[in-house]
């Protein structure tokens, strides 16, 4: 197998993994001789090396952006660099457990908001009411105005209101790691599309020197016939 010495680590690689410098964008290019100043355009390195410095732009880009890397950036950066599906990732996190208080909220609050809840209450009210005043004759252990029946139903307002509220803090939660997810997809996904931008261009100007190289090579034998031609 062919090899060649890297300008940049000076380390023996596959020819087929060799990249001209003229090939690629002066952004990339400029960020390789920030490093390695000695290196030109008529310089070669191999397309890992080529890698590692587009996902060292990508970090330095986000850094400008953000000022600092997030875990959640560094999270997408990881992804990028081991190739990995960042959704296999996020839905493998670990959930925190819930306290037995959060059980007893969430299922207090599914419970209180649906029609199970409201027609067994209403049913509850009319027979309390209508065993108090029919069966009872109003001389019952809760007589009108029903100052009973009003505590019990003061009482349970009084703690279904904050249990309701904790489940909605959880909820809110809940909605704020979806956005989380959300956004560490988009990012990647924007990343992405800047990295095939960047192997779209070197292709398209590996494939221009390619063409000019052929052609260089048609003109020098065309150059020969008319030479050989002109001699007979």
């Known amino acids: ?20 410098a003229s090939t690629i964008r002066h952004t990339l290019l400029n960020l390789i001789q920030t490093d390695n100043p000695a290196f030109t355009h008529d310089s070669h390195l191999a397309l890992s090396e080529l890698n590692h410095y587009r996902e060292k732009y990508i970090s330095e880009y986000l850094l400008k952006d953000t000022g600092e890397l997030s875990e959640d950036e560094k999270t997408v950066l990881t992804s990028l660099t081991s190739k990995t599906t960042l959704t296999d990732k996020i839905d493998g996190e670990d959930q925190p457990d819930l306290t037995v208080g959060q059980k007893i909220a969430d299922k207090v609050a599914t419970f209180g908001g649906s029609w199970t809840f409201i027609i067994a209450f209403g049913v509850f009210i009319f027979f309390w009411i209508s ?11 809760d007589p009108y105005p029903f100052i009973l029946l009003n505590l019990i139903l003061s009482c349970l307002a009084a703690l279904q209101a904050p249990v309701i509220m904790m489940s909605q803090n959880r909820q ?6 979806r956005a ?9 996904s924007e990343l992405e599309i800047r990295i095939l931008h960047e192997k779209i261009d070197h292709f398209v100007m590996n494939q221009q020197q390619e063409l000019l190289e052929i052609q260089n090579v048609q003109i020098e034998l065309m150059n020969d016939i008319l030479s050989r031609v002109t001699r007979k």
């Open 1 to 20: 197998m062919k090899t060649f010495i890297s300008d940049l680590s000076k380390k023996e690689f596959p020819v087929s993994d060799r990249v001209s």
């Open 131 to 141: 065993i108090n005043t029919y069966w009872l004759f109003n001389k019952g252990f």
């Open 172 to 177: 809110e939660e809940k909605d704020r790691e």
């Open 180 to 188: 989380k997810k959300d956004y560490m997809i988009n990012l990647k």
